[in-house]
């Protein structure tokens, strides 16, 4: 028991420090372990506490100086108690551990040595066990060498059973394919049986019997392949059963050249039926009048739609399967089947191109640019097959019938002009009920200019389907670049104000010539005014929407610019002015011209009124200038005097004495005003009668008035007066000086030409005795 | 009768002096101022106002054609022209009153046509038959002023009117003309070809102005005068190929602004090709050359 003790108080709590060191010893290989299962021991550790009784830093000195100075004498007692109490209990329990254990080690002891004697016995049986072992090896190596020869004549009886049943086969084999080949029969599972036994039977064809199955089968199969053969030439076989026909054959191993002729020329035939019946749909080509075939049953939408369907459908359906048959075949090659296919597209090409040359009128656009479109879509997949099948002449022949009907809207957008313009003429000519005006000029113009721009836009609008994002064949780089600028802008746009410049040139340039009917001279104002208005502001306009609805490719090729076709209509308006002015003082100069050559200047009396014609002229010229108002800006005048009207109109004096330096070719002018007249002329600019005007009602005036004066002073000229007639020629002038200086921009112009015709009356008279200026007056003033 | 006007016509001859060319001195002319000498008239009381007289432009100067009204009458000129008698004569008919305003005899055909103009039409006749031959309609916009033919080249006529254009036409196609010129800013009076070099015509007009063109592609020498090679030094080689290089245009070569009132005849000097003339109503008489550089053009 004391010796117990010790390690008792080592193991639990140490009441003297005499144990402390061995109790040291024994604990240390527990503590790891102790540490490793017990977490809240090694916090214990972390925060060592002497006082633990249980704890591995117990301090005997510590806990018991603790417990003094803390416990009250009760407790301390009550602590002794319960410590001797515990002592004690594990004392015992020591013991009774330590008595076990011997236990327990003698009854091991015991066990070992009974194992030792009962392993010698086992080990005299382990040898008995394996010389057993070896007898029943020998033995059953007898057994096996026994039953090897009924064993292999056993694998060999079923070797010989499996050939049997393939004989079997092969030999039935003849029996279904007459089955099956039969007509109605499946010649699909035919094949494959044939394909299945042909080897075999090739190769055992040197031995009789397989030899005749051989040739019952192939005779059997040939026979298949006539009769394939035979369908495949005389009947119309829908492109699946033609490709199962064409398939079924090449398995037969029928040459595939002469296959591929036939599948094509059966091919051929189908599309040739579609194409044929597309065509009876057009008019014969050769028909010799186009203009009377009927419009055509279907609409180009319809028409298309079929074709792609039919045509084009059956083309790729066939060119796959021909693809997928007589792939890798040589003599099948690419080049038949794209020639093939390319003559073919090539006509139906020419069918849709006759069958678009159809569509004459401007029909509906939309329903051409689907069309057009759907077109292109299924030629697109036919071309992802054949590539070589003409992807160039079909998207050709789209931007060919779009440009076609571009051109169509140019023609269009003319007559529309000229439908329009044949309106204005009506309007001009009309008759009108007199206190009541018709639709004035700016009303005409401006009705002609917003119906002209209408229709321009709504044209635009229409050839902008072709370009619209959902439509595929837009995508074309023809749509995106060359379409947009040379066809709708160039083509159409530039190419219609071109024209129309042209146009309203022409009625300048031509009729007046060769007598052909002559515009109204309103017309040739109103296009003058068109045109200007196309200069300033239209044209730009225009390009610029083109521009915004069709932008051009940046590098795209040169462009008419605004500024050089703005300049066309620039001329043109200016042509068309000048030759209003031309027109209209021609008028007046006409009449001018006839009442001068008519009349009988030497007999003619005392002048007692303004003549008719002279009222005539104001008139006229103030309804030109009410006309040209309507249309044109007033203009700049020069500064006026103050008193232009009341100027005297002068005549050379009377004296008939010659001068003796008087020219004999003047004997009636005296040389001094002659002369001062000269230096006048000197100094006065000279005055170009039918020089162009400008874009105002003062300048155009101008013009008509010069033209007018300067024909009354050339007539003149031409005849002999008399007093009485230079007195009315005087009281002429000095009315038309009256009236229409305020007309002209520079009213000294109507003095000077008024002045020489006045002087060149004068020049021509017999006896020139001017009249009283007040008389003249008073005459103009009462006429 | 003082209440009436009647143009007429009368054959004249010239002072002798002043035919022979006789060199005096300038000044003398003005104080020694010859008369004509009055031979005949042509009895035109029967026919109207006499509008043009025409001599027969390759005879011995014994036939006058004049245009009276819408008359044509062909004059023999007898007993040393003492004497005119009406050998034939035609009358223009039609609707309203046609009246002739001018006239011209062509050199070409033997002297057998002649060109009249009427209002706007130009008409040919023949003076053997006194049959139209050919007709213009509407040749010009306005009233036709003046007819020229080119004495150097068959069926060309220019002709010129109030439409102020000088237009050149070939008779064989009247439809067309061949040629037109707008130069003028008033009524064209007068039309001349110059009688040896047939490119330059002269035109006059009431806008006051003398206008000298060049018609190189409708004359008698398109490309110029032929100058034969051998005739040619090196250096002249060389100046010809540049001559070569800068082709032929029709252009005006010169606008005389010398005259302050309308111009009402202009003509070509029969003595000296470079040589013309122009009238105007104020009585100033103009006397220019054809420039020398442009004669020598045509010269070399």
Known sequence: MAAVEPEGSGAGYSPGGGGGGSSGGWRRPHGPLQRYYDPSAAEAEAA??????????????????????????????????????EIRALDSDMQTLLYENYNKFISATDTIRKMKVDFRRMEAEMDDLAANMEAISTSSARVSAALQDRHRRGAQLAGVQALLRKLQSLVEVPGRLRRWTAPGGEPARALRCHARARAVLRHYRHLPSFRAIEDESQAIMAGLAQRLRARLRCETLEPKELTECVEMLLQLEEPPEELCGEFLSQAHTRLEAELVALEAELPPTDSPSCTTTPPPASDILDFVDRGS??????????????????EGHPGAGDGRLEAFAAALTARYFELLERRLALERGLGDTSLLVRALDRFHRRLRALLELLPAAGAEAGASLVARAARERVDRYLRALQTFFLGCLGDVRQALAAPRPPGKEGPGLPDLLATLASSVLGQLKAVLAYVQLF??????????????GEFCVEAVREGLVVAFVRWLCCTARGFADGPAERGAPVAPPALLLLLARLCLDYEATTISYILTLTDEQFPPPDSGPAVTPGPSLCAEARGAAQRLLDHYVQVQGAAVAQMLRKSVETRDWLGTVEPRNVRAVMKRVVEDITAIDVQVGQLFEEGVRRAQSSDSSRRAFSVYSSSRAPGRYAPSYTPSAPMDTHLLSNIQKLFSERIDIFSPVEFNKVSVLTGIIKISLKTLLECVRLRTLGRFGLQQVQVDGHYLQLYLWRFA??????????????????????????????????????? | SDSKVMTCAAVWRMPKE????????????S????????????????????????????????????????????????????????SSSAALEGKGQLKFTSGRWSPHHNCTQIATANDTTVRGWDTRSMR?????????????????????KQYYLASCGDDCKVKFWDTRNATEPVKTLEEHSHWVWNVRYNHSHDQL????????????????????EPFGHMVDDDELSDQEDQHQEEKVKEPLQDSVIATYEEHEDSVYAVEWSSADPWLFASLSYDGRLVINRVPRALKYHILL
């Open chain 1, 309 to 326: 369907s039919a045509f084009v459908g059956t083309l790729c359906l066939l060119a796959a399967s021909y693809r997928s048959l007589f």
């Open chain 2, 132 to 152: 139209q031959i050919y007709c213009i309609e509407n040749a010009h916009g306005h009233l036709v002023r003046d007819l020229d033919f080119n004495p150097n």
């Open chain 1, 745 to 783: 921009a520079d009213e000294r112009v109507v003095q000077g030409l008024l002045d020489e015709v006045a002087t060149s009356a004068a020049h021509r008279c017999l006896d020139p005795v001017p009249m009283e200026h007040s008389v003249v007056e008073l005459i103009c003033e009462r006429g």
């Open chain 2, 201 to 220: 015509i002269l035109t006059g007009s009431s806008d006051s102005r003398v206008i000298l063109s060049n018609m190189v592609s409708i004359s008698s």
């Open chain 2, 18 to 29: 002043l035919e022979s060319g006789s060199h005096e001195s300038p000044d003398d002319s």
């Open chain 1, 48 to 85: 060592p506490d002497p006082t633990d009784i249980n704890g591995p830093h117990f301090d005997p000195e510590v806990f018991l100086t603790k417990i003094r100075s803390e416990c009250p004498l009760g407790q301390l007692l009550a602590r002794e108690a319960a410590l001797g109490r």
């Open chain 2, 31 to 86: 104080s020694n101022t010859q008369t004509l000498e009055l031979l005949c008239h042509l009895d035109n009381t029967a026919h109207g106002n006499m509008a043009c007289v025409m001599w027969e432009p390759m005879g011995d100067g014994k036939k006058i054609i004049s245009l009276a009204d819408n008359n044509i009458l062909l004059w023999d000129l007898q007993e040393s022209s003492a004497k005119a008698v009406l």
């Open chain 1, 467 to 480: 370009t619209a994002r959902d439509v595929a064949f837009a995508s074309l780089p023809y749509f995106k």
